[in-house]
């Protein structure tokens, strides 16, 4: 099993920017593409952005050509940079695989606000 731990998550002013960290412990993720999510209050659990095993990073509309994902296997931790934020962006952030096949971390709190 997997575990992970996010970090990097704060509060910014709109058009700032946040590093986000996921992690993994236990077991390594090696062989999964592994996704951030987010959830905002009163809604669902969504993708914004997915690091496929091989091929190219893949990204909500939302979120297309503001935040990027990237992968350190040999720190078993993945990133996601995000940029120009905006206060829709505000929720909590979490990764797990894509398809989610593990238990959910805390998540790290990101609130875009002025």
């Known amino acids: 099993q997997v575990q992970f731990v996010e970090s990097g998550g704060g509060l910014v002013q709109p058009g700032g920017a946040l590093r986000l960290s996921c992690a993994a412990s236990?077991?390594?993720?090696?062989?999964?593409?592994m996704g951030w999510y987010r959830q905002a209050p009163g809604q669902q659990r969504e993708l914004v952005a997915t690091?496929?095993?091989?091929?190219?990073?893949r990204y909500a509309t939302s979120v297309q050509g503001r935040f990027t994902v990237s992968i350190n296997s040999a720190k078993n931790t993945v990133y996601l940079q995000m940029n120009s934020l905006k206060p829709e962006d505000t929720a909590v952030y979490f990764c797990?695989?894509?398809?989610?096949?593990?238990?959910w971390g805390q998540g790290t709190q990101v609130t875009v606000s002025s």
């Open positions: 797990n695989s894509d398809p989610t096949e593990f238990h």
């Open positions: 690091i496929p095993v091989v091929g190219t990073a």
């Open positions: 236990g077991n390594t993720f090696w062989g999964y593409a």
